[in-house]
């Protein structure tokens, strides 16, 4: 069965705060994705990975890091937590195929509280 | 820029009723159209999805046809049911892309 976990299901830091989401899949996917997901603004993509140690900004990559050391582990780092990080951070993978995206998989998301 | 539209919720509706959700896409060329759904404290996961125009996505008793003229994917539903309450995403993909642009969802709720 795929899997895809994420480390945290609640989260609480401060501000100033060096935050660490860790997301982990078990299927040998090439692609990985950090989305961060708010009421009445939908998903959006922070990072994208499409190798190990590959990475590509999304649309609101200020503020977040990634990395990507091995094929299944990939983290997103918060340098210096801030209130308006506060939000649901959603991991995704899928393989990587030519012609087109394949079937993203989900995590259970990390509901991240920055106080 | 390209952008995808999804009706605005919420959406209550007493089981056995129709369902429709809206989806319209602006985006140039041939994109891939999804619908996701995501079941309350769950992560996303693949309800249906049309690689090219006039194909018809089908799961769980959901449709969705790929209407190129009409650049819409709505999704519909005959009689919907208490355990589909969730919120509902549209999305696509553009020029064999691997990444998704996702709607705003739409959340509904089915009461018995």
């Known amino acids: 069965d795929v899997k895809v976990t994420q480390s945290s299901r609640y989260l609480v830091k401060r501000t100033g705060e060096k935050v660490f989401l860790e997301c982990v899949q078990d299927m040998d996917h090439e692609n990985m994705f950090w989305y961060r997901q708010d009421p009445g603004l939908g998903l959006r993509l922070i990072y994208f990975?499409?190798?190990?140690?590959?990475?590509e900004k999304g649309d609101i990559p200020e503020g977040y890091s990634v990395s990507r050391e091995k094929k299944e582990r990939f983290s997103l780092i918060l340098e210096s937590a801030s209130t308006n990080q506060t939000s649901m951070y959603l991991c995704?993978?899928?393989?990587?195929?030519?012609?087109?995206?394949?079937?993203?998989?989900f995590g259970p998301g990390t509901r991240l509280t920055v106080l | 820029g390209d952008s995808v539209t999804q009706m605005e919720g919420p959406v209550t509706l007493s089981e056995e009723a129709f369902l429709t959700i809206n989806c319209t896409y602006t985006?140039?060329?041939?994109?891939?159209l999804f619908w996701y759904v995501q079941y309350p404290g769950e992560g996303l996961q693949l309800l249906l999805k049309?690689?090219?125009?006039?194909d018809k996505g089908s799961n769980k008793g959901f449709e969705a046809t790929y209407r190129k003229e009409t650049t819409s994917f709505h999704l519909e539903k005959g009689s919907v049911q208490v355990s589909d309450s969730a919120v509902y995403f549209c999305a696509y993909s553009q020029g064999g892309s691997e990444k998704l642009v996702f709607g705003k969802g739409t959340k509904l709720t089915v009461n018995p």
């Open positions: 990975s499409y190798d190990v140690k590959m990475k």
């Open positions: 995704a993978s899928s393989f990587a195929r030519t012609g087109g995206p394949d079937t993203q998989y």
């Open positions: 985006a140039t060329g041939y994109p891939s």
């Open positions: 049309a690689t090219k125009a006039d």
